[in-house]
């Protein structure tokens, strides 16, 4: 009754749900903070994204018409990336997501030029990853409810007339541009900060950095400390993927009064360019 299928826009909601549940679990096992359920209208903005982008590289597994894995993959210009892997919990260990992930490393040939994956801790990924061919950044994570930051004045909100900054910003990090995938965040709910001619930030409405990109080490702490100033008080957040090239952001995280824990690991293969200074987007790498 277990079978692997193209995802369609039916799917949308389903796999939103079932990433909530699974990561749900995941923070439960890993004995980590479980923020708190997202609304499914960005994930659902993502999910249209990913279909009219990449749709040959988006699947579920279907059990009797229940959906209990998904893999979302998507490729810029020969960077290919894995934007989603999830297995439900009581299917979990038994090869799906080794299936699924084997499908979306078949789209777009596993990118021609490189690969990213964003890797949870949970021991299964890493090690599936790492067999995979792909090689760990290990990193840490910064968790907790920021105090004491205030929005540096160098930094100021930006818009879709900034694309060309992004762009350019993007070539020199990372080789190839995010292009519309900046769009899908903004038209998802998040906020562009830039400071000008040399970095910007996709920041969601909770303030949590979405996408950070700079061509100078004090442009991009200046971006993340606004988007530390924007956290409403009392309220948590998280600053993922702090590799060993990422040491620009360890002050701003500190100043911040947020607490420092190990996290997954950004598994790279391939040419990525530098990525520093640099902090990738979940969905978009």
Same mark, same amino acid.
């Given at each position: 009754?277990?079978?692997? #299928? =193209?995802? /369609? @826009?039916?799917?949308?909601?389903?796999? %939103?749900? !079932? &990433?909530?549940?699974?990561?749900?679990?995941?923070?439960?096992?890993?004995?980590?903070p479980v923020p708190?359920? #997202? =609304?499914? /209208? @960005?994930?659902?903005?993502?999910?249209? %994204?990913? !279909? &009219?982008?990449?749709?040959d590289g988006a699947w579920v597994a279907d059990a009797g018409g229940e959906v209990v894995g998904a893999a979302l993959a998507i490729e810029r210009d020969g960077l290919w990336g894995l934007s989603l892997l999830v297995v439900d919990p009581r299917h979990q260990?038994?090869?799906?997501?080794?299936a699924l992930l084997a499908r979306a490393l078949e789209y777009g040939g596993g990118g021609r030029r490189g690969g990213i994956i964003l890797a949870s801790p949970d021991p299964?990924?890493?090690?599936?990853?790492?067999?995979?061919?792909?090689?760990?950044?290990?990193?840490?994570?910064?968790?907790?409810?920021?105090?004491?930051?205030?929005?540096?004045?160098?930094?100021?909100?930006?818009?879709?007339?900034?694309?060309?900054?992004?762009?350019?910003v993007d070539h020199v990090v990372r080789g190839v541009a995010h292009g519309d995938d900046v769009v899908a965040l903004l038209r998802g709910g998040s906020r562009l900060l830039v400071v000008p001619g040399r970095g910007y930030?996709?920041?969601?409405?909770?303030g949590g950095v979405r996408l950070l990109a700079a061509l100078d080490d004090e442009a991009a702490a200046?971006?993340?400390?606004?988007?530390?100033?924007?956290?409403?008080?009392?309220?948590?957040?998280?600053?993922?993927?702090?590799?060993?090239?990422?040491?620009?952001?360890?002050?701003?995280?500190?100043?911040?009064?947020?607490e420092l824990r190990g996290g997954g690991a950004v598994f790279v293969r391939g040419e990525v360019g530098v990525l520093r200074p640099y902090l990738p987007s979940g969905a978009y790498l």
């Open positions: 009754m277990l079978a692997l #299928r =193209p995802m /369609g @826009p039916g799917d949308a909601l389903a796999v %939103h749900e !079932l &990433a909530e549940r699974t990561f749900a679990d995941l923070g439960d096992r890993m004995h980590e708190p359920p #997202r =609304p499914p /209208g @960005p994930a659902l903005v993502r999910h249209e %994204h990913q !279909l &009219a982008r990449d749709p260990s038994g090869g799906l997501g080794r299964r990924a890493l090690r599936a990853y790492a067999r995979a061919g792909f090689t760990p950044q290990p990193s840490l994570t910064a968790h907790g409810s920021p105090s004491g930051t205030a929005a540096p004045p160098a930094v100021r909100e930006g818009g879709l007339e900034d694309l060309g900054l992004t762009e350019r930030a996709t920041v969601g409405a909770d200046d971006l993340l400390r606004a988007a530390l100033a924007s956290v409403p008080a009392g309220e948590a957040t998280r600053v993922d993927w702090l590799t060993a090239a990422q040491g620009w952001a360890i002050g701003p995280v500190l100043d911040a009064r947020l």
